[in-house]
């Protein structure tokens, strides 16, 4: 079954909500990096949310880019998401450098003791602008979905659910995903209430994803009694855009003299992209024609 994310909003408009399956994406992610498990868990969850507010960019040509950084033993987890909810990214320390982190008693994963809590969640905007937006806000766990909540109260003021999960092997991505649901400024007491009901009442992503819930289950369950309208159904996917001419621009950004040294001293380069771990070969003529253009 391909990902997918549901947008929607309830009957009345005061509630919007993005529902998404994520297992193939978050397997990519996970095969391109070779991530623990803990590791998996911790970058299939930002993978999803950052996909899921990706489409909630307006324009084409809209990025946004999410970077956590809790100072734990996983490093910094960066993705980034275009309009279309495509997602790509990676955590800096996929091992956790070797570090060994506890699951907690009930067996669930420990992501915060990977992440960390003493740091920041950071998301920026590139809208087209002269600059791009950048807001950044303090880690209130580490957990990753209870961050993203964070961020949206402070950030841009709406009072916002976020659930997010992973349920993986050593290798295998069993479920993956999550759902944001937001109020709107003028949401009715009526209206919060049934939603803070129905939020009560939700089993995990996973739980859910596990029995055999979709998308479309989950948004009946958490606006049941709200009239769900579904909007658009999204197709998302792992969407590497790397290429050996854009990668050419690393090579560039090292300077004449740095490049003319590798020239020099080792005749070839490789250079491999962060995000999908793909590696690109530079032979001494193709290094000396950059060189050329610079």
Do not use: W
Not at 6 to 33: P, W
Not at 229 to 235: A, H, P, T, V
């Amino acid at each position: 079954m391909k990902d997918y994310v549901i947008k929607a909003t309830s009957g009345n408009g005061y509630v919007r909500a993005y529902v998404a399956t994520t297992r193939n994406l978050v397997q990519e992610a996970r095969d391109n990096h070779n991530t623990i498990k803990v590791a998996t868990a911790a970058l299939g969850r930002t993978l999803t949310a950052t996909s899921m507010m990706g489409l909630m960019m307006k324009n084409e040509n809209d990025e946004l880019s999410v970077i956590i950084k809790g100072g734990g033993p996983i490093g910094t987890i960066l993705a980034t998401s275009d309009s279309k909810g495509y997602v790509k990214g990676y955590v800096q320390y996929p091992d956790l450098n070797g570090v060994e982190v506890q699951d907690y008693p009930n067996g669930k994963l420990n992501v915060a003791g990977a992440v960390g809590n003493d740091g920041y969640v950071k998301v920026i905007k590139d809208l087209g602008l002269r600059e791009p937006y950048v807001g950044s806000y303090p880690l209130v766990s580490g957990e990753i979905a209870e961050d993203f909540t964070h961020y949206f109260a402070l950030s841009e003021q709406t009072p916002s659910v976020v659930s997010l999960g992973v349920l993986t092997t050593a290798t295998e991505v069993q479920e993956a995903g999550g759902l944001i649901v937001q109020l709107m400024p003028d949401a009715t007491e009526e209206t919060i209430a049934t939603l803070e009901k129905n939020v009560s009442k939700l089993k995990s992503v996973t739980t859910m994803l596990s029995e055999g819930m979709t998308p479309d289950d989950m948004l009946n369950l958490v606006l049941d009694g709200l009239e769900p309208k579904i909007l658009d159904i999204c197709e998302v996917k792992f969407d590497c855009n790397c290429s050996k001419d854009r990668i050419k621009k690393v090579l560039i950004s090292l300077g004449k003299d740095s490049l003319a040294e590798i020239i020099e001293e080792d005749k070839k380069a490789e250079i491999s992209c962060h995000f999908c771990n793909s590696y690109y070969n530079y032979t001494e003529e193709e290094l000396r024609a950059v060189l050329g253009e610079m």
